[in-house]
């Protein structure tokens, strides 16, 4: 069976995150965070890592990793975009940024790139609706984009 543990620099984080939160119920979520930082997904293994370390059991590992929307539960490509899929950014051209990347990546919502370099989410409101439309490239939020915009984003990212 695969094993999951934390690389030198994020046991580094994970004792530096129990400063902060040293109750294993509050440390939860950033213990998440740094295992998707490192395997850009949480496995199985890494949950059980998780709940072996926070002296919690696999299940309540599991139920607050499905639970929030931002945790991978099944991996990813090396760049994951979120294109925000309410009202303000489908108005403004979401669907549009969505269509290009079926064409010209070949992925739809929730798949990955066959290269496995892209991955494409379509997510709930992103908090940036005077941006619209926007989405997320790894995280980092980019607003009022174009189709364009999103072209030369891929052609540097390839």
């Given at each position: ?11 580094k984080k ?32 890494a ?14 590992v ?35 940024l969505?269509?290009?990347m079926?064409?010209t ?12 370099k ?18 997320a ?22």
């Amino acid at each position: 069976m695969k094993t999951f543990v934390f690389t030198e620099e994020n046991e580094k984080k994970y004792q530096e995150q129990l400063k902060k939160y040293p109750n294993s119920d509050a440390m939860m979520l950033p213990c998440l965070w740094l295992v998707q930082e490192q395997e850009n997904w949480i496995s199985p293994e890494a949950m059980i890592f998780v709940a072996n370390k926070l002296k919690k059991t696999p299940i309540q590992v599991y139920e607050v990793a499905t639970f929030y929307t931002m945790f991978n539960l099944k991996p990813i490509g090396t760049y994951h975009i979120e294109v925000c899929k309410t009202l303000s950014c489908m108005l403004m051209g979401a669907n549009d940024l969505i269509k290009f990347m079926k064409d010209t990546v070949g992925i739809e919502p929730g798949q990955t790139s066959e290269d496995g370099k892209f991955h494409l989410s379509a997510v709930e409101c992103l908090g940036a609706c005077g941006g619209a439309p926007m989405f997320a490239f790894n995280g980092e939020y980019k607003e009022n984009q174009s189709v364009e915009s999103l072209k030369k984003l891929i052609e540097e990212s390839k």
